[in-house]
């Protein structure tokens, strides 16, 4: 490839100066001439080729899909993701893990949720909750002031160091992510954060786990409970969180996305329940402008 441009940059430079032909000896022919055109146009194609993918990559696909959440899930979450993890051989989670590790002070959990935030606003988009949801998640946290604390769906740790930053002492989050590898980077973010000491990371499957929780941790019953996971298990780990009596009078659960992606079976039964008062805050999902937010629902018992 560089062998190829070598010998394309004299002919283009003779094109410009015939006379350093000359000078060779060379006769200035037509067909020099046409050849010579003929790669300079090449040159240029390729080169406005690469700067039109480029900018359409970088800011006219995001600028429309921004307003259309499934447009702006397929775009960020399936086909940059792809793109990037082919071509730099890495993850997406180890690409803001690398990103915490360089512009995050270690020990302080808000250098770390702003270095994530940076990292999805102006590289990467990522499925945390983000920033503008975050400060509503961050409302709720200091409003119940829990002890513990259930988040249900980790992945690198994101929500999980914004909720432990605003813990009193001695309370806990107890964070559950099936995916080992997201657990992995999870768990160096948190670190990073210095909050190990408020967090109880499990690696496992809502579904298998909620059934254990009481005997594991010996706690009677969650103040807060975050859910964050696949949309369609709110549903049946709410139901599954009621038979298990993890929930008391006064409990709250906030689910993120209730919108976009959506869990319509979710919202449909903390609304209708005479167990739940529940309340919609309106928000975006997160780094983008299409619509979403968060239902907080306190369990009456
Ligand atoms: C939207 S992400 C969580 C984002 C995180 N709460 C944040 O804001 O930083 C959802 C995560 O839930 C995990 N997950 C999905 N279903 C799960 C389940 N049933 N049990 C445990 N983890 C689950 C996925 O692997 C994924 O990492």
């Known amino acids: 490839m560089i062998g190829r441009w070598q010998s394309i940059c ?27 055109t003929m790669w300079l146009t090449l040159l240029y194609s390729c080169t406005g080729g690469a700067a039109l993918l480029y900018a359409l990559y970088r800011w006219l ?58 990292f999805c606003r102006q590289k990467e988009w990522a499925m945390n909750v ?60 948190i670190a990073w954060a210095g909050l190990e000491d408020k967090v109880h990371l499990i690696v496992g499957a809502s579904g298998d786990w909620i059934p254990k929780m009481k005997e594991q941790f010996g706690l009677n019953s969650f103040d807060l409970v975050f859910l964050d996971h696949w949309k369609d298990r709110y549903l049946p780990d709410t139901k599954l969180m009621e038979e298990c009596g993890l929930l008391r009078q006064g409990s709250i659960l ?9 869990a319509p079976d979710y919202l449909d039964y903390v609304r209708r329940s005479s167990q739940y008062e529940s309340q919609y805050f309106k928000s975006h999902l997160e780094y983008t402008k299409v619509e979403d937010g968060l239902e907080k629902s306190i369990f009456l018992g």
């Open 10 to 36: 004299p002919t283009v430079r003779e094109l410009a100066h015939p006379s350093l032909k000359a000078r060779r000896g060379e006769k200035w022919t037509g067909s020099t001439a046409c050849r010579d």
């Open 61 to 118: 696909i995001p600028a429309a899909v921004q307003y259309h959440g499934g447009l702006a899930l397929i775009w960020h979450d399936v086909i940059v993701e792809w793109i990037l993890d082919t071509l730099t051989h890495s993850t997406r989670p180890q690409r803001l893990l690398s990103a915490v590790q360089k512009n995050a002070t270690r020990g302080d959990p808000s250098s770390v949720v702003k270095a994530i935030d940076q």
């Open 130 to 189: 983000g920033d503008e949801k975050g400060c509503i998640l961050d409302l709720v946290v200091s409003e119940v002031n829990p002890t513990f604390v259930l988040e249900l769906g980790t992945y690198c740790g994101y929500s999980t160091v914004r909720i432990a930053r605003l813990l009193p002492p001695h309370a806990k989050v107890i964070t559950l992510e099936f995916n080992p590898d997201f657990a992995a980077i999870a768990h160096q973010v």
């Open 254 to 262: 906030l689910a993120d996305n209730v919108i976009c992606p959506g």
